[in-house]
């Protein structure tokens, strides 16, 4: 594939992975608008282009390991206290954050061919969009502001967890639908988001040894080195997105992003209708 396409995947993945506007929706138009403007790009299968979408979540993956490299290491300090007999609410968490992603790893490995073949239409795109986008503006109107991670029990995060489920919706978003659901918790904003960054580690990096696993079998050296320019793209522009979000999250609201997703889901009906 021409290295402008790859490009071009890359900076969208960057940007809208940790943005609540679904990465996933995002990267299936890329891929219909480059086809359609350029049929003779496209070279690679309906499995190889999904192994390529989440090869881009791989450099996503690094920027937020990059970007939160003090909570990672307080998870890992936590975690060891916790393995000596001692209470620290930073290993809890950490424990949280696992068990929170068990339900999207089983199902995302059970469900990544279906999911390739029959949930990257453009009206799912759309219509998850419009559906999520309300579910997220209204947890932001109802939830209170009152929780932060270190009052996060086991039950909330498992909630947040098989929430993160439906994020294998194209359109959905991930990182909307597991803030939507700690906002309904009532988790301050910015706190939602951190946890969906954490969580955000290990779904991303249980997908990336798919890919490795998938490239490796495939004997394919032109894909990847595809994925390779992919991974170092999307690391930069995701780095940049996540710090532009959490600064915004500290004064604002989710409304920007509803009304984008909205007139994003509307704009694709339409030109699918009408």
Same mark, same amino acid.
């Given at each position: 594939?021409?290295?402008?396409?790859?490009?071009?995947?890359?900076?969208?993945?960057?940007?809208?992975?940790?943005?609540?506007?679904?990465?996933?929706?995002?990267?299936?138009?890329?891929?219909?608008?480059?086809?359609?403007?350029?049929?003779?790009?496209?070279?690679?299968?309906?499995?190889?282009?999904?192994?390529?979408?989440?090869?881009?979540?791989?450099?996503?993956?690094?920027?937020?390991?990059?970007?939160?490299?003090?909570?990672?290491?307080?998870?890992?300090? $936590?975690?060891?206290? !916790? @393995?000596?007999?001692?209470?620290?609410?930073? +290993?809890? /968490? =950490? *424990?949280?954050?696992?068990?929170?992603?068990?339900?999207?790893?089983?199902?995302?490995?059970?469900?990544?061919?279906?999911?390739?073949?029959?949930?990257?239409?453009?009206?799912?795109?759309?219509?998850?969009?419009?559906?999520?986008?309300?579910?997220?503006?209204?947890?932001?109107?109802?939830?209170?502001?009152?929780?932060?991670?270190?009052?996060?029990?086991?039950?909330?995060?498992?909630?947040?967890?098989?929430?993160?489920?439906?994020?294998?919706?194209?359109?959905?978003?991930?990182?909307?639908?597991?803030?939507?659901?700690?906002?309904?918790?009532?988790?301050?904003?910015?706190?939602?988001?951190?946890?969906?960054?954490?969580?955000?580690?290990?779904?991303?990096? $249980?997908?990336?040894? !798919? @890919?490795?696993?998938?490239?490796?079998?495939? +004997?394919? /050296? =032109? *894909?990847?080195?595809?994925?390779?320019?992919?991974?170092?793209?999307?690391?930069?522009?995701?780095?940049?997105?996540?710090?532009?979000?959490?600064?915004?999250?500290?004064?604002?609201?989710?409304?920007?992003?509803?009304?984008?997703?909205?007139?994003?889901?509307?704009?694709?009906?339409?030109?699918?209708?009408?």
């Amino acid at each position: 594939m021409p290295l402008l396409y790859i490009l071009i995947l890359a900076v969208v993945q960057g940007i809208t992975e940790f943005l609540p506007i679904s990465s996933s929706g995002h990267l299936v138009l890329t891929w219909q608008a480059i086809a359609a403007f350029d049929p003779s790009a496209v070279v690679y299968s309906g499995a190889e282009r999904l192994d390529l979408d989440i090869s881009v979540h791989v450099g996503t993956l690094i920027a937020v390991l990059c970007y939160l490299w003090r909570d990672i290491a307080g998870l890992v300090g $936590g975690t060891f206290k !916790l @393995v000596q007999g001692r209470d620290d609410p930073r +290993g809890r /968490l =950490a *424990l949280y954050v696992v068990a929170a992603t068990i339900p999207v790893v089983v199902v995302g490995f059970l469900a990544k061919d279906w999911v390739g073949l029959h949930l990257r239409g453009v009206e799912i795109v759309a219509w998850a969009n419009i559906g999520f986008a309300l579910l997220l503006w209204l947890s932001d109107r109802l939830g209170l502001l009152i929780q932060r991670l270190e009052h996060m029990t086991f039950g909330q995060a498992m909630i947040v967890g098989f929430a993160q489920v439906l994020a294998l919706i194209p359109g959905t978003s991930r990182a909307g639908i597991t803030m939507t659901a700690a906002r309904f918790l009532g988790y301050e904003r910015r706190e939602a988001a951190r946890f969906s960054l954490l969580l955000a580690i290990p779904a991303i990096a $249980g997908a990336g040894v !798919l @890919v490795g696993k998938d490239l490796y079998e495939s +004997g394919n /050296l =032109a *894909l990847g080195s595809d994925v390779l320019v992919g991974v170092g793209l999307s690391f930069v522009t995701a780095l940049v997105a996540i710090a532009l979000m959490m600064r915004w999250l500290e004064r604002a609201s989710f409304l920007p992003f509803v009304i984008y997703r909205l007139l994003l889901g509307a704009v694709l009906l339409g030109l699918l209708y009408l």
